[in-house]
């Protein structure tokens, strides 16, 4: 079974700290995804990477940034947090290509607060 | 650019009902990706179901069956006898045929079945 793990299930914040969220798939996937989810809008995309050390942004990726330095593991970066990044975040992984396996698979999710 | 539209916000029913979520969406591709995913109370995305634009036939598994009608843009999904473990927010999702781009998702809808 494919496997999406994220770091943290839940987590608070202080304004203007710098944020880390991990994300690690096992299952050599090319792509991973970070999405984030607030009620009323659904999931919007914030970046995502097919191949390591490459990034595009999504929807919405002022105010973040992400590395992905090892095939597995896709970090997403607050480089200051504010309140209005309270949110869950979403991590996915998919394989690349076309074809059986497009779909992409979720980690659990984790639940940032900024206070 | 694509789109997904998911109409219903929120839908309640009692238990046993039969239910239909609605699923539109708008692309320029002839060929792409639909889906279907289902977020339980515990937040993580299942997926359901991915359909190939090329494939309209539908599909029935159990008590979840789905209808893709490409005349009208459409990938219903339809939940027959529904029970309280039902009870979930289900994601429309669509991608492009090329091998490295993300799912765009609907805004959801929320399935409250009620004992």
């Known amino acids: 079974d494919v496997k999406v793990t994220q770091s943290s299930r839940y987590l608070v914040k202080r304004t203007g700290e710098k944020v880390f969220l991990e994300c690690v798939q096992d299952m050599d996937h090319e792509n991973m995804f970070w999405y984030r989810q607030d009620p009323g809008l659904g999931l919007r995309l914030i970046y995502f990477s097919y191949d390591v050390k490459m990034k595009e942004k999504g929807d919405i990726p002022e105010g973040y940034s992400v590395s992905r330095e090892k095939k597995e593991r896709f970090s997403l970066i607050l480089e200051s947090a504010s309140t209005n990044q309270t949110s869950m975040y979403l991590c996915a992984s998919s394989l690349g290509g076309t074809g059986d396996g497009v779909e992409a698979f979720f980690g659990q999710g984790t639940r940032l607060t900024v206070v | 650019a694509q789109k997904v539209t998911q109409a219903q916000t929120e839908i309640s029913v009692v238990e046993k009902e039969d239910v239909t979520l609605d699923c539109v969406y708008e692309?320029?591709?002839?060929?792409?990706?639909l889906f279907w995913y289902k977020q339980p109370p515990s937040g993580e995305l299942v997926f359901l179901i991915r359909?190939?634009?090329?494939?309209?036939q539908n599909e029935i598994s159990g008590r979840y069956s789905w209808n893709f009608q490409k005349s009208t843009s459409s990938f219903n999904f339809t939940i027959t006898a529904s029970q309280v473990v039902d009870s979930a927010v289900y994601f429309c999702a669509l991608r492009d045929p090329s091998g490295n781009t993300p799912l765009v998702f609907g805004k959801g809808t929320r399935l409250s079945v009620i004992a």
């Open positions: 692309t320029r591709d002839t060929t792409y990706y």
């Open positions: 359909r190939n634009s090329f494939d309209e």
